[in-house]
């Protein structure tokens, strides 16, 4: 009986300890195990290395921890068929929000958990979401960016914000991997202004506005920019 909880096949397991995840091959065992091309309620999750959690075990709770490298991504999924759940998510998303050739904007989660029906419209989310932006004309060097999660609707929602509200930048996730996100910048100084409408951001009163969709893919993230009509400062 030992060993065949030792060596118990992670693919019999993994829909009934982490409903939701699912991948192209499941591999190894309940405690050491591999799913390659794996993703969660529709969003890919690339190759990632799994176990179940031995202190939710001890608890009577039964979950999976996974982590894969390169970006970082790392959590536990659990939860039930009725209420699927992600906790203590953290790691790095790029998003290719800015035009090229401006670099990919780096999403980091701290302690993220969300909470997913079936369907993967979001329930509940909480924990803490930050970026740095670079690459941008005429802004410098600025503090990160920072928020915390929460639904809006069906979506994930993660409004992030500067101090004084100088600049913003809301993202949303949907369950089917798309992703939205809306760049807000509110700089001092009105040569800034004109710059940016030339780097594709559209100008109204003081502000600047850029607005980018995509796709969440395997590998990769590849994305397919839908940038706001470019206006001229007035």
């Known amino acids: 009986l030992a060993l065949l ?6 693919s019999a397991a993994t ?12 591999s190894g065992s309940i405690w ?16 990632i290395d799994v176990g179940l959690d031995p202190g939710r075990l001890l608890k009577g709770e039964a979950s999976l921890r996974f982590q894969r ?19 203590e998510l953290s790691g790095e998303l790029p998003l290719q ?13 701290d302690d993220v958990h969300i909470a997913l029906s079936p369907r993967g419209a979001c329930r509940s989310a909480g924990g803490q979401v930050s970026t740095s932006l670079t690459g941008i004309p005429f802004l410098g ?13 069906d979506r994930l929602f993660a409004p992030l914000r500067l101090p004084g509200n100088r600049a913003g930048l809301d993202l949303w996730l949907s369950a089917d991997g798309g992703w939205t ?27 600047a506005t850029l607005t980018a969709e ?21």
Do not use: M, W
């Open 69 to 87: 490298l390169g970006p970082r991504l790392q959590g536990r999924a659990g939860g039930t068929r009725q209420l699927r759940q992600l906790e």
């Open 141 to 153: 060097e600025s503090p990160p960016l920072s928020g915390a999660p929460g639904c809006d609707g």
């Open 97 to 109: 929000i800015l035009p090229a050739p401006a670099p990919a904007v780096t999403i980091r989660f």
């Open 32 to 47: 050491s195990g591999r799913l390659r091309n794996a993703h969660y309620a529709g969003v890919p999750l690339g190759d």
């Open 214 to 234: 995509g796709r969440l893919q395997q590998g990769d993230i590849q994305v397919a920019p839908s940038v706001e009509t470019i206006s001229d400062p007035a």
């Open 5 to 10: 909880i030792l060596f118990f096949p992670l």
């Open 181 to 207: 996100g809306k760049l807000r910048l509110r700089p001092e100084n009105r040569l800034a202004l004109v710059g940016l409408a030339a780097a594709g951001f559209a100008i109204e009163g003081g502000d």
């Open 15 to 26: 829909s009934r300890l982490a409903p939701g995840l699912e991948a192209d091959s499941v």
